[in-house]
């Protein structure tokens, strides 16, 4: 990978530049991005957001042992002669995580997956995998965010909250570009916020509609309806959703006027109740609205490489995630093979934990059963899943000390640009060792 | 790579680029290519494997598929369903697992086709903004080589180049953009029809004249402004066409201006069956067949060489560049419908079908792949394929050598259609069978020929050692479908279908020489358009695996 260096002109020539670097923290996966590096320290980043400055600014190499054994210091090798015989002798062993590394790590854990007959889940499972299932009922009419910029003129946001969570989502893509077809920018554009609380991007939206908490789907079945032109009943409309007919009505004119409609949704929807069937309900209503104009629907993606993720594991395995592998051959079943089901029902007896921190955001069954058995952990930061980790390595922080692609929230793959290198290895080089000797164990016990 | 001397010895070859026709001959291959066999008699290889009574050939080379990239992986994400019906692809020590159905995923894609005595594939239809993700895909598909073509045909800085009269940019930014994705040949989708489908509600083109607003263009100046551009960077596959207005009624004289408006320059028209229909007005009763009023034209037009886009009966899942053209699927199927518009380049569509039998319209897209292949006289021209998933599988392809060398089968498979074919096709008239030798040019010798890979598709010295041993059998279906044999670049590969050594195999692309003085303009453009910088589009050297550079030269 190359690594775009330009020595500056600027007065302190110990100051590296690298142009047009990629912010990984988020869905947006800005790569116009002017890193500042002074030894191993980002000092400027120029164009990020608030949420990119924290994480290029915040990122400090961590001069923990690049690898722990249940606590104690340990060799990279021997970490992983001891990862390798846990997951090799396990009998349901899973892996999960994979959202915030590159696409080159991911490959690697999901053929380790393979060899070990075990379980492949990404974080997927507990933000958008409920729109990954409505995707497979009724598919997707969508485009990359370089459209939107340049042709959607009526842009509605569902159920997410871009100003906290995609902070130039509006710059960048939706709101504000001057575009091909929208020389104005953003008086050519009209936005719409639905959501069930007024959150800071309402004051980026030109109509606000608030709907009651859990109403979604009722909402956006009203919306299906009067695309069609059916009649209905006012009153029962607004005690269900919380808003009027009559702003659901001008809604919708307003959606067939538009050239290029978009909606773009967030978790706001996916993790409440209906779940999937709120996913399906976008999907569909988008899809209904390309009988009167050109319309398209987007989640929102929030973590840097949570869409390479869902690429990897589709194309090894044929399923986006949830995938068990223990048969010899890929299954799926969300509910079954997802990793909050596997681990709160006691299922998995070894785990392998990689970007991602369970031990923080599952429920208390989950935790306590992975609290419990033996499990790995890859993290460039401590937290309190790798401080539970029976193996933990301490890794490189992907497009700040490693090269390597992700994908963005429109799956365009994009190439990292490092600023400095890390005394850790990448999660990469870990995992690859780690499917060499994987590979030899479980070679080992065939011929045995 | 080893440098020792391996023989295959007293199989009957096929090998039409150098003139053998089914003779005995033994093959000599060192550092994966044939080498001349040693004038030293006391030379013994260190490998010998006996092929007599055996037939071998080169390796097959599918030079139209979707196996890889943005639209390939969202097909296999959407269709869970088919999955677990299909063929399981166990792991074993040394493979991978996966799954089937008429999306395989990439690990599965590499074996199977291998399994099957093919090579090397060329994934059809990719936006360069998305060619880094089938550079990793292909990364993981193992055992064959592989290529793509770039979506170039709905590119609004060609568009606009046209538009401007400038035909030296348009030529400068082509070869920027294939070294840019480190692809390999131009590939144009419904020219100009999908930029309309994302301006319009239903948009499209429905003819060569007509315009496509805000660019002011029309398809027949962007089919003929890009095959002048590929001839003067002597692309060696100068352009790739899916026409206008396919899988509609009528279409048939869409295809021929087609062809007509490449004025001599050379072109491929890909899957011309979809592209060969008579008939109106969307009217079913009306649906008929027209190959052999373009068979004849093409017969005598050799600039032009085609491949068939066969249909064969049962689900599969319909994926394109032609955005419109997944509306109307969808809509006529009533399925799940994807489609994703990519900025400045491209467009996608896909749905699942179903080939029936019974349905006239199926019936007879059926009948007209089989017309083309019979109707083509010079084989070198016409090429086999499925359009793989669009008109079946890939796996399909032994089903379609023993349809094309048994004329008593094909006519006993003719009694099962739909009876109306006979009367709106002429597939019944055509009694030609094709020989083992044609068989071997529109598998291999001719796709390598079409694509201008000096290296493949023949056994002659210098060739690539891809060597696939058959053993015959009256069933060529049988024959085909599981071979004894496949060596890929001088390594036992695959042995009745086990996968012996999965070997990684190569990525194929060009890099032809341009004006570099455009990509200031290409910058400037880039910076003001498109969603990520200029710096970050190019796929880099460093970037790429095992791959091969083919030289753009007369």
């Known amino acids: 990978?190359?690594?775009?260096?330009?020595?500056?002109?600027?007065?302190?020539?110990?100051?590296?530049?690298?142009?047009?670097?990629?912010?990984?923290?988020?869905?947006?996966?800005?790569?116009?991005?002017?890193?500042?590096?002074?030894?191993?320290?980002?000092?400027?980043?120029?164009?990020?957001?608030?949420?990119?400055?924290?994480?290029?600014?915040?990122?400090?190499?961590?001069?923990?042992?690049?690898?722990?054994?249940?606590?104690?210091?340990?060799?990279?090798?021997?970490?992983?002669?001891?990862?390798?015989?846990?997951?090799?002798?396990?009998?349901?062993?899973?892996?999960?995580?994979?959202?915030?590394?590159?696409?080159?790590?991911?490959?690697?854990?999901?053929?380790?997956?393979?060899?070990?007959?075990?379980?492949?889940?990404?974080?997927?499972?507990?933000?958008?995998?409920?729109?990954?299932?409505?995707?497979?009922?009724?598919?997707?009419?969508?485009?990359?965010?370089?459209?939107?910029?340049?042709?959607?003129?009526?842009?509605?946001?569902?159920?997410?909250?871009?100003?906290?969570?995609?902070?130039?989502?509006?710059?960048?893509?939706?709101?504000?570009?001057?575009?091909?077809?929208?020389?104005?920018?953003?008086?050519?554009?009209?936005?719409?916020?639905?959501?069930?609380?007024?959150?800071?991007?309402?004051?980026?939206?030109?109509?606000?509609?608030?709907?009651?908490?859990?109403?979604?789907?009722?909402?956006?079945?009203?919306?299906?309806?009067?695309?069609?032109?059916?009649?209905?009943?006012?009153?029962?409309?607004?005690?269900?959703?919380?808003?009027?007919?009559?702003?659901?009505?001008?809604?919708?004119?307003?959606?067939?006027?538009?050239?290029?409609?978009?909606?773009?949704?967030?978790?706001?929807?996916?993790?409440?109740?209906?779940?999937?069937?709120?996913?399906?309900?976008?999907?569909?209503?988008?899809?209904?609205?390309n009988a009167y104009t050109r319309f398209v629907a987007k989640p929102m993606r929030g973590h840097g490489n949570v869409t390479g993720a869902d690429n990897v594991v589709s194309w090894q395995t044929g399923y986006p995630f949830g995938v068990n592998l223990s048969r010899g051959y890929p299954r799926f079943n969300p509910g079954e093979y997802t990793t909050a089901d596997t681990l709160a029902r006691g299922e998995a007896d070894a785990a392998m934990i990689i970007a991602s921190d369970p031990m923080a955001n599952f429920s208390q069954a989950a935790r306590t059963r992975l609290a419990a058995i033996p499990y790995i952990a890859l993290d460039p930061k401590e937290t309190p899943t790798t401080r539970a980790a029976t193996v933990a390595f301490t890794t490189a922080t992907y497009g700040i000390n490693t090269p390597g692609t992700v994908y963005r929230m429109d799956d365009v793959p994009i190439p990292l640009r490092p600023a400095f290198d890390s005394p850790h290895p990448s999660d990469f080089e870990v995992l690859s060792q780690l499917e060499r000797r994987v590979k030899q164990l479980k070679a080992a016990v065939r011929i045995g | 790579m080893t440098s020792s001397l391996f023989k295959i010895a007293g199989g009957t070859v096929y090998d039409p680029t150098n003139g053998v026709d089914g003779q005995v001959r033994d093959l000599w291959i060192a550092d994966g290519r044939i080498v001349a066999a040693p004038t030293d008699p006391t030379v013994r290889p260190e490998r010998t494997l006996d092929a007599s009574g055996m037939v071998v050939m080169p390796g097959g080379i599918d030079m139209h598929c979707h196996i890889a990239g943005p639209k390939v992986n969202v097909a296999r994400k959407m269709r869970p369903e088919e999955k677990r019906v299909a063929e399981k692809v166990m792991r074993t020590a040394t493979t991978h697992s996966g799954t089937m159905g008429s999306v395989p995923s990439t690990f599965a894609t590499g074996y199977k086709y291998a399994g099957m005595g093919y090579t090397t594939a060329f994934d059809a239809a990719i936006p360069p903004l998305a060619a880094r993700h089938v550079h990793e895909e292909f990364d993981d598909t193992p055992c064959i080589d592989k290529g793509f073509y770039v979506l170039v045909g709905n590119n609004h800085y060609i568009m606009r180049a046209i538009q401007e009269q400038e035909p030296e940019r348009l030529k400068a930014f082509l070869g920027w953009l294939l070294?840019?994705?480190?692809?390999?040949?131009?590939?144009?989708?419904?020219?100009?029809?999908?930029?309309?489908?994302?301006?319009?509600?239903?948009?499209?083109?429905?003819?060569?004249?007509?315009?496509?607003?805000?660019?002011?263009?029309?398809?027949?100046?962007?089919?003929?402004?890009?095959?002048?551009?590929?001839?003067?960077?002597?692309?060696?596959?100068?352009?790739?066409?899916?026409?206008?207005?396919?899988?509609?009624?009528?279409?048939?004289?869409?295809?021929?201006?087609?062809?007509?408006?490449?004025?001599?320059?050379?072109?491929?028209?890909?899957?011309?069956?979809?592209?060969?229909?008579?008939?109106?007005?969307?009217?079913?009763?009306?649906?008929?067949?027209?190959?052999?009023?373009?068979?004849?034209?093409?017969?005598?037009?050799?600039?032009?060489?085609?491949?068939?886009?066969?249909?064969?009966?049962?689900?599969?899942?319909?994926?394109?560049g032609d955005g419109p053209l997944g509306y109307y699927l969808s809509n006529v199927y009533k399925s799940k419908w994807f489609s994703s518009d990519t900025e400045m380049e491209a467009g996608c569509g896909i749905a699942p079908i179903e080939y029936k039998n019974k349905s006239l319209i199926h019936s007879l897209q059926w009948a007209i792949g089989l017309e083309w292949y019979l109707m083509v006289e010079d084989p070198w021209r016409v090429v086999m394929s499925t359009d793989h998933p669009n008109g079946g599988s890939f796996m399909a392809y032994p089903q379609i050598v023993r349809l094309l060398m048994d004329r008593t089968w094909r006519n006993d498979v003719l009694k099962t259609v739909n009876p109306l074919v006979l009367e709106r096709s002429s597939l019944g008239d055509l009694d030609r069978e094709y020989t083992l030798n044609e068989i071997c040019i529109i598998t291999r010798a001719g796709p390598a020929k079409i694509l201008g890979l000096k290296h493949k598709g023949h056994l002659g010295v210098g060739a690539d050692a891809d060597i696939t041993i058959y053993t015959p059998h009256d069933n060529k279906e049988v024959m085909f479908e599981l071979p004894r044999y496949v060596i890929k670049a001088g390594q036992m590969i695959v042995e009745l279908g086990e996968i012996r050594d999965p070997v990684r195999g190569k990525t194929l692309h060009v890099s032809p020489d341009y004006d570099h003085g455009v990509e200031a303009d290409i910058a400037d453009w880039f910076e003001k358009y498109y969603s990520i910088r200029f710096r970050n589009y190019p796929v880099t050297e460093d970037y790429m695996h095992e791959h091969e550079t083919i030289a753009c030269e007369e």
């Open chain 2, 179 to 320: 070294s840019a994705a480190k692809g390999y040949a131009p590939k144009i989708v419904n020219p100009g029809g999908v930029e309309v489908w994302k301006q319009h509600q239903g948009g499209n083109v429905h003819s060569l004249d007509s315009v496509v607003e805000h660019f002011d263009v029309t398809p027949r100046q962007i089919i003929r402004g890009i095959a002048l551009a590929a001839e003067e960077l002597k692309l060696p596959h100068r352009m790739h066409i899916h026409a206008n207005n396919l899988g509609l009624p009528g279409n048939w004289t869409t295809t021929l201006e087609t062809m007509k408006a490449l004025e001599g320059h050379g072109g491929h028209l890909t899957h011309i069956q979809f592209h060969s229909y008579g008939g109106g007005d969307g009217d079913e009763d009306t649906f008929n067949s027209k190959a052999r009023e373009l068979a004849e034209y093409v017969n005598s037009h050799p600039n032009i060489t085609i491949d068939v886009g066969q249909v064969m009966f049962g689900k599969t899942t319909s994926m394109t």
């Open chain 1, 1 to 289: 990978m190359s690594i775009a260096t330009k020595k500056n002109t600027a007065p302190d020539p110990s100051l590296k530049i690298v142009q047009d670097a990629t912010c990984t923290f988020c869905g947006c996966v800005c790569d116009d991005i002017d890193l500042s590096v002074k030894d191993d320290h980002i000092v400027e980043a120029k164009r990020a957001c608030v949420l990119g400055k924290s994480w290029f600014f915040n990122h400090h190499t961590d001069t923990r042992p690049n690898c722990l054994i249940s606590g104690q210091p340990a060799t990279i090798a021997d970490g992983v002669e001891r990862a390798a015989q846990i997951l090799a002798g396990a009998k349901y062993p899973i892996i999960y995580g994979l959202s915030d590394t590159t696409c080159e790590a991911q490959r690697v854990a999901v053929g380790i997956g393979d060899w070990i007959g075990g379980n492949v889940d990404t974080t997927t499972s507990v933000c958008h995998g409920p729109s990954g299932m409505a995707f497979q009922g009724v598919g997707e009419v969508t485009c990359s965010l370089g459209e939107i910029a340049n042709r959607g003129d009526l842009i509605i946001f569902w159920g997410s909250n871009p100003a906290e969570s995609h902070p130039r989502h509006f710059t960048k893509y939706s709101l504000m570009p001057k575009g091909m077809f929208l020389p104005n920018g953003r008086k050519d554009r009209t936005c719409v916020l639905v959501d069930v609380r007024k959150t800071k991007s309402a004051k980026a939206a030109d109509i606000f509609l608030q709907i009651k908490p859990r109403k979604d789907f009722e909402a956006l079945w009203v919306l299906r309806a009067l695309a069609q032109g059916l009649e209905l009943d006012a009153a029962s409309i607004e005690d269900e959703t919380g808003v009027p007919l009559s702003a659901w009505q001008d809604l919708m004119d307003r959606m067939k006027r538009a050239k290029f409609g978009v909606i773009l949704f967030g978790m706001g929807l996916t993790m409440t109740r209906g779940k999937h069937l709120n996913s399906e309900a976008v999907l569909a209503l988008v899809r209904d609205m």
